[in-house]
């Protein structure tokens, strides 16, 4: 799928193919050095970081190891429930490991900062969080609510628009898209 096949349902190409690519390059050189001689636990937060993290993997010199698990506060909304379960829990036991999970969007940080709080309990070396995208309010934390989402490693800070691509999805549609794009509001608002 491309972007001529999405038709009118694509408002913009906001970050193309080669930009990713070459933000996820950067990215893992920085993690390289930042890890060097010390073994990883990418941890992907399923099911939007498939293609981050398969990228992300492949350009990494560090040694990894990769586990999934995956959360849910959104359904087929657009905006987070703000109730998170846990769908598919790790199979690595966490203890002593340096933990590196990662995300394909950061977008109000509450999904973000619950999942931080339950993984920290269970006593990794390190725990950091590497994002593709990261959306405005990620920055501002959440009071009362476990504070701001904490991102050591950012692809790229994209205005608060409904994006798709690249592992994100509408409603299970448009995650295999090679690049982020915005998705023009009448898929997501019919008759707005």
């Not at 590196?100 to 950061?106: F, G, N, T």
Request: hydrophobic share 40%.
């Amino acid at each position: 799928m491309d972007a001529k096949d999405m038709g009118d349902d694509l408002a913009a190409v906001l970050i193309d193919a080669d930009q990713i690519q070459a933000r996820l390059r950067e990215l893992a050189a920085e993690i390289d050095r930042d890890y060097a001689g010390r073994e990883l636990l990418l941890v992907g937060v399923l099911k939007g970081a498939v293609m981050v993290m398969a990228d992300l993997a492949r350009a990494l010199h560090t040694t990894v190891e990769m586990d999934w698990m995956a959360v849910s506060s959104y359904g087929s909304g657009t905006r987070s429930s703000g109730v998170v379960r846990i769908i598919k829990d790790l199979d690595a036991d966490l203890t002593d490991r340096h933990v590196l999970v990662v995300e394909d969007i950061v977008d109000s940080g509450l999904t973000l900062s619950w999942l931080m709080r339950n993984l920290s309990s269970r006593g990794p070396a390190s725990l950091e969080v590497c994002t593709l995208l990261r959306k405005p309010d990620a920055q501002k934390g959440h009071p009362g609510k476990g504070g701001q989402a904490p991102v050591k490693y950012v692809g790229f800070d994209i205005p608060p628009e409904f994006v798709v691509g690249y592992g994100l999805d509408y409603a299970e549609k448009y995650r295999s898209l090679p690049f982020v794009g915005s998705l023009a509001r009448h898929v997501y608002r019919p008759g707005s």
